[in-house]
Structures are given as structure tokens and as C-alpha cells.
């Protein structure tokens, strides 16, 4: 219980500070109903999920060990970043805490997969942190660390959505709007910051 506690308080303090993740889920919870901004979130519990466990086994000692890999992540993840921090900047007040026509759950599953496993900094970060853990927990127990990271993505993920979407109503459509763009605004910056991470590295 101990071990599976430690887990649950850590996967929590690293996942709740604001990152793409969290801009992504707090944007589609103010877009979209409540069902589903909550299918939108299992997606990204989904791939959060993999992406710690994977973090646990050492993808991140992969990424380091193969510049090339690496540096085609970096790229490929800043554009994809720079496309959904758009896609939010340009968003139209008319559409906010509404049924999207143009919502897609393919679009939804790729822009959860990036936010996610397009994030360098994630993997090394998340590798390091997860394999000083492992390191520090008899191996028979890790599976109950890892649980409760895991348990801690869903709490979180689905906590956060739910609260949003309950207060959406409180708030003007303008603000809405505003928190939307805001969002977009943070996201481009995460992508200015993964591009001038890679053309440092080439």
C-alpha cells in the first residue's frame, strides 16, 4: 500500500502542473459537452499511460542514445504542436461550449498521441524521474508504483475535465474564448520551445 501510495502522490504532482496535456483537456471540456470531453480525456489517460509505463521500461534512454531519433521527434513534434496551438488561436467565438461540427475523434486521438509522445522533454524527464523510482522500489513491487501513477492519470484527467465543463456556464462565451486562445497562445510557445530545442541539436 505504501508503494502503490507513493505512486498515486507522484504520477499526481507530475502530471498537475500546466502542460499540453492538461491545455489540451482544459480546451476540449470548454468546446465540447461533457460525454465528450470525457472520452477525449480516457483517450489522453490512454496515452499518458503509455507513455509512463514506456518512461518506466527507458524509451527515454532510446531517444538519448539515438540523435537521429531524436532530433525527427523534435521536429515533427514542434510542427505538430505549432498546428493544434493554431487551430486553438484561431478558434471562433461562435463554436466555443458548443457541439463542434468539425470535431473528429481521429483528429482528437492524434493531437492526444502528440501532446503526448511527441514531447522529447517528456520522455527524458519522465524517464529519469520513473527509473530513480524503480531503482529505489524492490522490483517485485513495482507494479503497484506503477498502478498508482496510472490511477493518478485518471483521477486527474477526468477530475479535471468534469470541473471544468460543471463551471463552464459561469463564464461568458467571450471568456471562454479567451481561455481557449490563451491556451493556444501557451501551446505555440511549447512548440517555439521544442524547435529551437532541435535546431540547437543539429
Known sequence: MQVFLQGLLFGIV???PIGMQNLFVVSTAIEQPLQRALRV??????FDTSLSLACFYGVGKLLQATPWLELGVLL??????????????RQKEATMGTLDVDFSYK?????????AWLNPQ???DGSVLLAAFRVSIPAAL???????VILASIIWFIGLTSLVSKFKHLMRPRVLLCINRLCGLII???GVKL???FITKI
Open 107 to 115: 483528429a482528437a486521438i492524434l493531437t492526444a498521441f502528440s501532446v
Open 14 to 16: 507530475y502530471i498537475a
Open 76 to 89: 515533427i513534434g514542434s510542427l505538430l504542436v505549432f498546428y493544434i496551438g493554431w487551430n486553438l488561436l
Open 41 to 46: 480525456a480516457l483517450i489522453v489517460i490512454a
Open 195 to 197: 524547435l529551437a530545442t
Open 122 to 124: 517528456a520522455l527524458i
Open 188 to 190: 505555440i510557445l511549447y
Open 142 to 148: 513495482t507494479h503497484f508504483f506503477m498502478l498508482g
